[in-house]
């Protein structure tokens, strides 16, 4: 477990590089630097999740809930016109959340 940590702060090094070259290069904003990191970090975490920890509810539930946030952040920047929309958006896919998790909680026990 300790090299997955290791791992996890390289793509978070990473991550950090890729985003400030990007917006150094003016490809884009810096406003959606910190957005960009998160969701990145969110696609790493799902991915690990699936791969070692067999989709486990809960690093899958909160991988997602980052990729998500990022995601509906930089929307947010490039579209504030949506804000109540992306909003509505991120509740409805924690409730879905839960409920896979209540499903799959129940599916265990019997």
């Known amino acids: 477990m300790r090299n997955l940590d290791v791992v996890t702060v390289g793509v978070l090094f990473i991550s950090l590089s890729l985003s400030i070259a990007l917006a150094a290069a003016g490809a884009i904003s810096w ?35 980052a990729l998500i946030l990022g995601v509906l952040w930089i929307c947010n920047i490039l579209y504030p016109e949506l804000t109540l929309y992306l909003f509505a958006l991120l509740i409805g896919f924690v409730g879905v959340l839960i409920i896979i998790s209540a499903l799959k909680e129940e599916k265990k026990t019997k």
């Open 31 to 65: 406003l959606i630097v910190p957005p960009l990191i998160i969701s990145i970090m969110g696609v790493y975490g799902v991915a690990v999740s699936l791969i070692v920890f067999g989709g486990s509810i809960y690093h899958l539930g909160w991988s997602a809930v």
